[in-house]
């Protein structure tokens, strides 16, 4: 018996949580290690020398291009990121408020909705080349996206936001005085920023670069729509189960594992080292005015035509839902605009079922996640005890796995009875999607509680207890209260982020309990664009709805947690 | 109300041990201060008291119950915050009656047990507001009022005043000694302020390094600190290293070694300036208020000749720096007299009375 009280109830909280964390994190990725081992019936690592001297090099061919890809969206998001969070947040000039904020639109855009919005606006029969060829009179569309650029400006356009937003908060942490003295000392503008200013923002850069390239050697939307021949292993991953070669579709997920949890242990590693750039907090920054005439309409014009760019994908879904199917054929332009596919959704329970299946698996995985959220980042935040940093990881390793490799992790281990399982098949039942964006949406929702209960100081709750309150007592009427905003905001982002998930559902879903994300896709290949679209709609007001509401209500900028 | 009894207790912290050997009573009623420099264990000492630490060894005991392991929610301790852990959520009734809610107390009751007390710490008209509307000194009588309506058997205080600036420090440190009156209560309270600890305890702790040296009177650590540590921690003191070099009836004769040249000085030998039992290292002390200064040369013991270096005016005080020998001493004079027309480079003699020197034992750094 462990003799001491304390000890003791740390470990009842944290059993649960380790139980959890055990059953539906590691153990799916150790079924699916054992599984790639398996070659012919015996146990080699055959698979593994096949992936890597198989001839037709396709394996080796996904992953280096992964890689590829990865490293471009990296350099362009930060040569997009970089740049614009420097004039929003050191200079002035009319309406910079507003295209501030319009710079993190692309967040309101699941990533599914986002790439069929490039389609219909980029792609061969897209609005704007068309509009073009018939603007200047040419044979030919002057341009459309597909493959390796379409995945890129999709990326570029989705993630230059994680760029955007780190490199912004750092910048706002940095002291004036710090640029200051150096001006008093007599360096000028460009000695300044090379070597005061960019040091400083190092550290963001790279967290941001690490976070980028982990997130596009896991994409899977954008490749699944637009890649055309072109192979990425998020993707080939996905064909080999459709093509029933499960130990080579282990393998594969194997290997992008290991590239991702090597980027979420250097990252940690990185954040963790301790860093003299620390700067010091809550000191505004400055903002210059920009005075310059011409300069500065030259940023208020560049301002309105990025807002266009950025808001064109938000108002082609819209434009889209309005087209009733089979009205938009042959034509370049839709000339039909009505509220049917709406009423559809609203009166047709056949179209109607989606959006209900979504809703209600997101509300099962998301009432898990709340629960598990705030008992894991209680232990992990406020509760001592050894192998905290175990935990920690595997908190996160949800995270930094590909969607792709969570559904065949899940595979491998329910598509058999176990303990887990409580000796049920979950493969092909109603209970596997929700486990699924339980899983994906840990992360969030115990790092956004983190950032709250971290706020929390310790003697707040050792106040209540020497007051004679008992700790469920102090735990619901301090804790609990205090805690909530930030929880309630991590867990809404979690609900919308289910509703709109696509890489696991197209893994595991059945027929009768398909998602959103499958049905736009259905409706995507029967050219039903306006239901589609429809769909896409309702996710983005709900996403914009909960920024809404944390922002509002809760004082919480939601979309912090997203990074 | 109860007594204290802390028995033998030592806690470490992996390989750092915050708290050593430590021996303490705490009578019924007694305002007792813990006072040290920071990282010297008083914290670490009153959260063992309060029950958010377990010792590593020894016992803590409320009057005659062993308290060692009994949780904090069980101690019945009133303890004040550092930071006050007000809680934000709620208003100031509603945080002062959160100990009351605990414990269960009709509407009736308890709406009265919390005016009242909030009509002692004078915040009757605050009741309704949100805590983050309140001032610093507010917020610290709201900590006070919720710590006390619990009625508790000790009230524990983590240097509350610490955060306020200088005028309220003041203030409050006159409402807390009255509150402490009027509730009769134990009360322990933490600081590293020195002018705190003296001006309102019956007794003081003296910590440093996790061990407490003295154990007294805010007078006896004044007057009669038991080691160069506690001497040089309280006012300002001159410690010079000495050898005793013969112990007479009437007097001690020290030699105070320094460089090149060295000074014999005679102490008188009574047992406020020497205990026998001291031995090992010593040093000889004497306060700045103690030494006179003389403009001619007088007979009579211990009257050395030397060179004014510094001359310091805090109005009603001087503080002179003197150089005689290889010795530097430090003098503060009343502004009065002599001492006005004294500045930086005149010579004058310095006079070190037998009767207020004292020889005390040297500890080292680490406080072994
Ligand atoms: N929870 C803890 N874990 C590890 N070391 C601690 C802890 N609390 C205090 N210490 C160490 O114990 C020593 C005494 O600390 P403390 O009692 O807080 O000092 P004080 O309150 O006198 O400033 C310090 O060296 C401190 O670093
Ligand atoms: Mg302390």
Redo the contacts with the bound molecule.
Sequence with gaps: MIKNRDTRFTLLLLIPVLLVLIAYVLYPSLRTFMESLQKDGSMTFGNYSDFFTQESKTNLEALWNSVYISILSVLVSAFIGIPLAFIFNRYDFPGRGFFASAAIMPIVLPSLVGVMAFMFLYGETGLIPNAIKDLFGLDEVPFKIGGVSGILIVHAYTMYVYFYMTVSSAINKIDPSLEEAAYNLGANRFKVFWKITFPLLTPAIVAASLLVFMISMASFSAPFLLAGGYRVLSLQIYFSKINGDMEVAATQSVILSIVSISFLLFMRWYQNRKDYRMASKGIGAHRSEVNHPLLKWILVFTGVVGVIILLLPHFTILLLSLVPDGTWTWQTYPSVFNFENYRLLYQDPNIFKPLKNSLILSFIATAGNLIFGVLASYVLVKRKFVGKSFVDILVMIPWALPATVIGMNLIFAFNEPTIFSFGNILVGTFWILPLAYFIRHIPLVVRSTNAVLEQLDDSIEEASRSLGAKWFYTFRKVILPLILPGVLSGTLLAFVESVGEFPTSVLLYTISNRPISIEIMNQLRMFNMGQAAAYGMIQISLIALVLFISNKFFGVKAEKSLS | MASINIDNVQ?A??K?M??DHLNLDIKDGEFFT?L????????????MIAGF?YPTKGVVRFGKKDMTRVPPEKRNTGMVFQNYALFPHMTVFENVAFGLRVRKLGSKELKMRVEDVLQKVRLEQYADRQVSQLSGGQQQRVALARALVIEPEILLL??PLSNLDAKLRDEMRSEILRLQKDYKITTIY?T?DQSEALSMSDRIAV?NF?VCHQVGTPSEIYNEPANDFVAGFIGEINLLPVKIEKIEREYIYVIVQNGESSSELAVRNAPFNYKEENKGDLALSIRPESINILDKETEGKNIFKGTIEEVQFFGSLINILVRTGGLQLQVNALNSGLSRNLEAGSEVWVELPDEQMRIIPVVNGDGS
């Design positions: 806690k912290f992996g750092v915050a708290v813990f040290g420099p920071s990282g010297c264990g008083k914290t670490t000492t009153l959260r630490y983590d240097e933490v590293h910590f996790g």
